[in-house]
């Protein structure tokens, strides 16, 4: 049995090679399928916002007798008996209880409720309002944020690269990422939070950031000395994905292992839930950004240019002269 440096070896010579390239058109109908998959998710399961984004009012209970969750439902419900409330435990000793927006004398009665329930004076219970004008400020300003990153984006690879294609196969991975992201968290019930906004951006970067690195490779394998090496265009692009496969995978377990941590502990130690929130989103990002640049961004840039004319020629010479050298062989 290979040990895992010989299996490295062996995707960096070639002996051994996964067909990222060659079989790219299944990949592209799974990519396609997953995209339309998680575009269609909000139909059936809507995408559940912060409070941030829908406004309502929040009640924070300082050092309650008991974190029993399921009391605070009951005691809101004993007000407004069809209020949807949230409830989360903040720092393992206080809870916080998040609503409807509620009038001035609803939210007296619903503070009076939990302060019976949970064994506290009014005075611990900390009642405030958040508009949903906060919300829609965050939205603008984070696709505002997303636009602007997109086409810097594109603009640095394509004078990086020197070609506009790997910028463009660059974007669509990245939005793959980004749709199939959102398309997990409505699927699960996540709650998508500012917090979460903020972690979508940042994986977007870490999907641009191994993205890079892939693509770094296939402009060397692509070189005037690419060209010599008697390998199809595709072929080179194939070989450039698995020699940075193991790096590839490196990376991602590297940055998810950390993260994981953190998001067990803020989920289930700390009860910290913007902290929860970010690490969530980066640990689903990180994920799929490792599959969007080996199934959707390298095949798609070769796509791009195997039809151009000087790539087309090279290609078909190479091909010839493995026919001849079989035909020769045969003889």
């Known amino acids: 049995m290979r040990s895992m440096n010989q299996f490295g070896n062996d995707l960096y010579t070639g002996k051994t090679s996964f067909p990222f390239v060659g079989r790219r058109r299944l990949w592209f109908i799974i990519a396609i399928a997953l995209v339309i998959a998680s ?39 004993s007000v407004v008996p069809n209020a949807t409330t949230k409830v989360t435990t903040v720092g393992g000793r206080d809870i916080r209880v998040q609503t409807d927006q509620m009038t ?24 405030s309002f958040i508009g949903p004008s906060w919300g829609e400020n965050v939205t603008k300003q984070s696709l505002w944020g997303l636009a602007i ?20 196969a660059a974007i669509i991975g990245l939005l793959d990422v980004l749709v199939i992201t959102v398309g ?5 019930g996540f709650e998508i939070s500012p917090a979460a906004v903020i972690g979508f951006l940042t994986i977007l970067a870490y999907s641009l950031y191994d993205t890079t690195v892939v693509f770094d490779k296939i402009r060397e394998n692509t070189s005037e000395e690419g060209i010599r090496s008697g390998r199809t265009f595709g072929e080179s692009v194939n070989l450039a994905v698995n020699q940075t496969l193991i790096r ?17 502990i803020g989920a289930f130690w700390l009860g910290a839930e913007t902290l929860t929130d970010i690490s969530l989103s980066i640990f689903v ?11 959707v961004a390298a095949p798609l840039y070769s796509l791009f240019r195997e039809k151009e004319k000087p790539i087309a020629e090279r290609d078909a010479r190479v091909r010839e002269a493995r026919q001849r050298a079989v035909t020769t062989a045969q003889v």
């Open 149 to 168: 990153f997109l086409a810097l984006t594109f603009l640095i690879l394509a004078i990086y690269f020197r070609t506009w294609k790997m910028s463009a």
């Open 285 to 295: 990002g990180i994920l799929v950004a490792t599959y969007s640049t080996l199934f």
């Open 39 to 77: 575009a269609l998710v909000p139909l059936f399961r809507p995408i559940q916002f912060s409070i941030e984004f829908t406004g309502g009012s929040q009640f924070t209970i300082e050092a309650p007798e008991s974190t029993d969750q399921s009391l605070a439902g009951d005691a809101v419900r």
């Open 184 to 188: 997990v968290y409505a699927l699960a």
């Open 104 to 127: 001035d004398k609803q939210t007296h009665q619903v503070a009076a409720a939990l302060a019976e329930t949970y064994g506290v004076s009014e005075d611990a219970i900390s009642p």
């Open 248 to 264: 590839s995978i490196n990376t991602s377990i590297v940055a998810a292992l950390p993260v994981g941590a953190i998001l067990f």
